[in-house]
């Protein structure tokens, strides 16, 4: 065996991150076999009295009477995803929020950019979102776990791609490109699919007639909190919304 073939090589793979689904950093055993590496996911939650995160939904509480909260799936600086229960459709789905108290608030534009990719290859199905005194939410397809041959990985690879044209060919730039971000499909008309996940950070790069925005210069003021950053500022909430 040769000394390649021995070492540990970088690729990417499918892992489940406290069972969300995310593509995550893997590598490459002897004979191709592949082994998923976990990132650790730190939970910027409210602190609650014993020092430890207190998560923004606990377990079987309803949001908006429709989806039912099942188990927290991940979470990090801008939000928690938990996996609930469509009580319409009686299909699991990914329920995403983040704090209504959240001075950064990223889902707005996620929505945003959601919805004008639907029907574009390599991206999840737009279900519904809303908000409340408490907290922004926003209700997608669910995807599964895997793990890849190295042909397979290629292949993802060109897929990635193709899922980057596909943001960029609306007007958008994503802006967080990592493996965490791309998760497999979960049917069976979707298991060899590739999906482009987190659009909070995303920017639009064109303007209406479709030509691109002058860039501009990096200063303080860049740097600094404005009314274009995405969120839900200036809203108040009077309740949940209807999904959309």
């Known amino acids: 065996m040769s000394n390649y073939n021995r070492q540990y090589q970088q690729a990417f793979c499918i892992t489940m991150i406290n069972g969300s689904f995310k593509l995550g950093a893997a590598r490459i055993l002897s004979g191709w076999q592949m082994q998923c590496l976990v990132p650790a996911l730190q939970d910027h939650a409210n602190m ?14 309803l949001v908006k009477d429709r989806w039912k909260v099942l188990k927290k799936i991940g979470g990090g600086g801008f939000g928690e995803i938990y996996e609930a229960l469509d009580l319409l459709t009686r299909e ?45 939410y926003v209700v997608m397809q669910l995807q599964p776990r895997g793990t890849f041959t190295m ?3 290629l292949r993802l690879g060109k897929q990635i791609l193709e899922s980057i044209e596909a943001i960029h060919s609306v007007g958008f730039l994503h802006r967080d490109i990592k493996p965490s971000n791309f998760a497999m499909g979960r049917l069976p008309s979707t298991l060899r699919k590739c999906y482009m996940l987190d659009f909070g950070l995303a ?30 500022q200036g809203s108040k909430c009077q ?6």
Do not use: W
């Open 48 to 61: 609650n009295g014993t020092g430890e995160t207190a998560d923004i939904l606990p377990p079987n509480c």
């Open 92 to 136: 699991n789905v990914a329920l995403k929020v983040e704090s209504a108290q959240q001075p950064k608030q990223v889902l707005k534009m996620e929505v945003a950019v959601l919805k004008k990719l639907q029907g574009k290859n390599h991206v999840c199905k737009f279900i519904g979102c809303g908000r409340n005194d408490k907290f922004n």
């Open 151 to 153: 042909s397979t990985t």
């Open 203 to 232: 920017r639009q790069y064109t303007n209406t007639t479709g030509e691109v925005r002058p860039s501009l210069a990096i200063s303080s003021v860049c740097l600094s909190p404005t009314p274009r950053q995405p969120g839900f």
């Open 239 to 244: 309740g949940p919304l209807q999904s959309k």
